[in-house]
């Protein structure tokens, strides 16, 4: 190739001596006449590579199965590939061209030199850009932190870009670049410290599992609840269920607290934690008229007389006194409202039989007995999570009373002026 440019390059010089010009004109003339040949020789070398490229990518995008390929197309990585072909041939042709003129030869050089390098990066970028795009369309990839990954390796590249370009335009080895940048590191620690921190800590989600894309997080530090979707080496995205996007800082998740919910997504329930309160002044004894009443509901009817057979038993044979309810064994309405809601638990539908599950008295308060519904619901999409505990205790608050039973409520404005 450089036998072909002297060719090209330097047969004009003798042609205009031969027509009687002086060395320094005829020097410039062909100087400009040359410059004016490589330009035109790299347009038409670009339009001809990029024509060829493009075409044969197209070809090859069309007869092949992977998409890979139409996300290079996508990213434009064989538009920029033509530029690097072109700028190849001008970095051959400048000291030829420049020859006799050597200041201009190395500042030409240079910069043409950086132009490579800096291409060279953008190229390299599109074709990251396209493996990204190409693994985020993979199901074992689509909730891994590929940008992340890509921006990673792209700053070290840009680290290394940069200490080529310094060496280029300065003419410093690259071995002592790299000392006087780790003189420098403190300065460049604090100028880049979000983006060190962020790669500390998308490492660690990357290698703990903490954040995937897709995954439903709540920090209340930032106002996130919804799902992620971006993680990035700066920052992690988050679609808040009102569509609203929360942007938080990717190493907040390693040093703050946050809930990831994929945990209840992946098991095989949601969990329903919740209670009523029970006003502790109608909880009582029940007698044998309230016990035979109660033998119409069915849930638990075949439960008290098991029940209550067991208990006469056991009054009788230590001859306790039943003339005062407080002696012996008895049932409560709450204890048998307690039983018939944990029936009714095992008979719904919607809830997992498999997981947890139970109704149980929590410890009273001030304002009255907390009876707590524990159990699984077996969908766990939102919607119909929220439908099945409202349709629990729609049930449960409207059973209360046929246990002669209240839910304690403060009482309204009203009702204190009666008093």
């Excluded at 990954?149 to 080529?164: D, P, T, Y």
């Excluded at 709450?334 to 139970?358: A, E, S």
């Excluded at 039973?405 to 404005?413: A, D, Q, R, Y």
């Amino acid at each position: 190739m450089p036998r072909l440019l002297d060719k090209i390059f330097n047969f004009l010089y003798p042609i205009f001596r031969d027509w009687g010009m002086s060395r320094n004109i005829a020097s410039y003339v062909s100087l400009v006449f040359n410059i004016a040949i490589m330009v035109i020789l790299a347009y038409a070398i670009y339009y001809f590579a990029k024509f060829v490229l493009v075409t044969l990518t197209a070809i090859f995008a069309q007869r092949t199965k992977t998409k890979f390929d139409d996300y290079l197309i996508h990213n434009k990585t064989t538009k920029y590939t033509a530029y690097l072909i072109p700028f190849f041939f001008i970095y051959k042709a400048v000291p030829i061209i420049l020859d006799k003129y050597e200041y201009w030869e190395a500042v030409f050089g240079k910069i043409v030199g950086v132009y490579i390098v800096l291409l060279g990066l953008w190229i390299t970028r599109t074709i990251f850009n396209a493996l990204r795009d190409y693994l985020k369309q993979k199901p074992e990839y689509s909730d891994k932190p590929i940008d992340s990954f890509v921006q990673v390796i792209m700053i070290v590249l840009w680290i290394f870009g940069v200490a080529i370009i310094i060496s280029k335009l300065f003419g410093i080895k690259q071995g002592e670049l790299l000392t006087i940048l780790g003189t420098l590191s403190a300065i460049i620690i604090l100028i880049f410290r979000d983006t060190i921190l962020g790669f500390v800590s998308s490492v660690q989600v990357a290698i703990n599992d903490m954040v995937r894309i897709g995954d439903w997080i709540t920090m209340d530090k930032f106002g996130a609840d919804g799902d992620v979707i971006e993680i990035n080496l700066t920052t992690v995205k988050v679609r808040n269920f009102d569509n609203t996007i929360t942007t938080i800082p990717t190493y907040a998740l390693s040093s703050d607290s946050f809930q990831n919910w994929r945990g209840m997504q992946k098991s095989d329930g949601r969990r329903i934690k919740r209670h009523v309160l029970i006003k502790s002044s109608s909880i009582r004894f029940l007698n044998d008229e309230d016990l035979n009443q109660m033998k119409k509901v069915q849930l638990i009817s075949s439960y008290i007389e098991t029940r209550q057979s067991e208990i006469d038993k056991y009054n009788e044979v230590r001859g306790i006194d039943k003339t005062l309810a407080l002696n012996g064994r008895n049932m409560t309405n709450l204890g048998l409202f307690r039983k018939y809601i944990m029936q009714y638990l095992v008979t719904h539908p919607g809830l997992n039989k498999d997981m947890h599950m139970m109704c149980r008295q929590l410890q009273s308060t001030a304002n009255g007995v907390p009876l707590e519904i524990y159990a699984f619901s077996s969908d766990k999409r939102w919607a119909n999570y929220e439908y099945i505990m409202s349709d629990i205790f729609d049930h449960i608050m409207a059973s209360v009373e046929y246990f002669d039973l209240e839910i304690f409520e403060l009482p309204s404005k009203i009702e204190i002026l009666e008093r």
